[in-house]
């Protein structure tokens, strides 16, 4: 392992003018999605906008390359998997377990849904997989899965942590302070 190497996979990713303006495109968008739901479902707004973030940055470097292309797909993209497993041997597979993490860990301090934040990791880790399959802009790895998951978890863990350690000091809602208000001036 080195950090020599992971310095050069960092700035491979972003040498790829494709990857910046993905990364930046989908931080744009995402990030505004993520203020509009929160703000809608009353989670943490800044959390929320960075998990965005995290999203956009897993987007970019996995699926914004060239030499993808719709004409080598296959009936079955599932059997072009490579079945490997859990390594981090090298920069790649370092890179695979915190892919991820940024969004999981976000996305679990604004929402405070630790096991769905994880299944909606998973569930993009494998769709990303999918996609690399069938469109052979990568190529589609059990351990690439494996690894995202692992990574997502612990970050998901980390950021549960925090939320228990730190206690329930989030400011409620404004649904929530409405229906607070509502309620006490019922009182006698």
Not at 16 to 41: I, M
Request: charged letters at 10%; a positive charge; one cysteine or more.
């Amino acid at each position: 392992m080195s950090a020599r190497q992971d310095a050069y996979i960092a700035e491979l990713v972003l040498s790829r003018p494709e990857a910046v303006a993905a990364l930046f495109a989908g931080s744009v968008f995402l990030g505004t999605v993520g203020f509009v739901v929160a703000r809608r479902r009353g989670w943490a707004a800044l959390p929320a906008v960075l998990a965005g973030f995290g999203l956009a940055l897993a987007l970019a470097v996995t699926l914004a390359r060239p030499g993808g292309s719709f004409s080598v797909a296959t009936t079955d993209p599932i059997g072009m998997c490579v079945a490997n497993e859990f390594s981090l041997a090298g920069s790649l597979a370092r890179l695979n377990l915190v892919m991820l993490a940024p969004f999981a860990f976000f996305a679990t301090l604004a929402t405070r849904r630790p096991f769905a934040v994880l299944g909606v990791a998973a569930a993009f880790s494998g769709a990303v997989e999918f996609v690399q399959a069938l469109t052979a802009i990568g190529v589609c790895e059990a351990q690439d899965f494996i690894n995202n998951t692992v990574g997502a978890f612990f970050a998901v863990l980390v950021a549960w942590l925090l939320t228990v350690v730190a206690g329930n000091s989030r400011p409620a809602s404004r649904a929530g302070r409405e229906r607070s208000s509502v309620s006490a001036a019922r009182l006698p």
